[in-house]
């Protein structure tokens, strides 16, 4: 019994397509995180003065820090717990597509902003809400898609960062636990909205 053989080219463009998008999606990360490590050394540099931008609860003229507040810190410690797992998950969720990351994050800052302008108290700034929806993005990716390689990501990012769940719940006053809720639903959010549509595909 023979089986159908992948043609050379074929083969070749589509392992091309996939080092092109991960090339892309690393730039474009590792971008973002460098304009953070940068803000955030302008902020210590300025004694804080940066971290007015974060989100004021309940001040509507504050509203359109939502979009500010996901990329400044606290402080270099609280950047530098963020780092890794922005990346890293960040990465993961980039792979797919340079537009639909983007698209996935203005959900997740909107969904996770409002939410913390709503709910929360005092000042709240930081890329965990980032984290979050990249975590909610990609576990979304595996249930909606269906795709193997979206289930396996899935998989392996629920063993590694699985215990991330627990930031969703009240515990330390410092840590907005409505952050990590909403940006946790807005990357849900996003990867059914910009779930791949078979059906009107057929």
């Keep these: 019994m023979s089986f159908p053989q992948v043609p050379e080219k074929h083969r070749?463009?589509?392992?091309?397509?996939h080092g092109a998008r991960a090339v892309s999606a690393a730039a474009l990360v590792l971008g973002i995180t460098a304009v953070m490590w940068v803000l955030e050394l302008a902020d210590y540099a300025l004694g804080g003065t940066l971290d007015q931008f974060g989100i004021h609860a309940h001040d509507v003229n504050d509203l359109p820090d939502i979009f500010t507040a996901p990329f400044m810190h606290g402080s270099i410690g609280h950047l530098m717990g963020n780092t890794l797992p922005f990346v890293i998950l960040g990465f993961l969720a980039a792979m797919r597509g340079i537009g639909k990351f983007l698209v996935m994050?203005?959900?997740?800052?909107v969904v996770a902003g409002l939410g913390v302008w709503t709910l929360s108290t005092g000042n709240t700034l930081?890329?965990?809400v980032l984290v979050f929806g990249f975590f909610g993005y990609l576990l979304g990716r595996?249930?909606?898609e269906l795709r193997i390689a979206d289930v396996v990501i899935a998989a392996?990012?629920?063993a590694v960062y699985g215990t991330l769940i627990f930031g969703v719940l009240p515990q330390d006053p410092r840590i907005s636990w409505?952050?990590?809720?909403f940006g946790l639903i807005g990357g849900v959010l996003s990867a059914w909205v910009l779930r791949h549509r078979r059906a009107a595909a057929d």
């Design 12 to 17: 070749s463009d589509g392992l091309a397509a």
């Design 105 to 109: 994050m203005l959900i997740v800052i």
């Design 126 to 128: 930081g890329s965990s």
């Design 142 to 144: 595996g249930v909606f």
């Design 156 to 158: 392996g990012v629920v």
């Design 178 to 181: 409505q952050g990590h809720l």
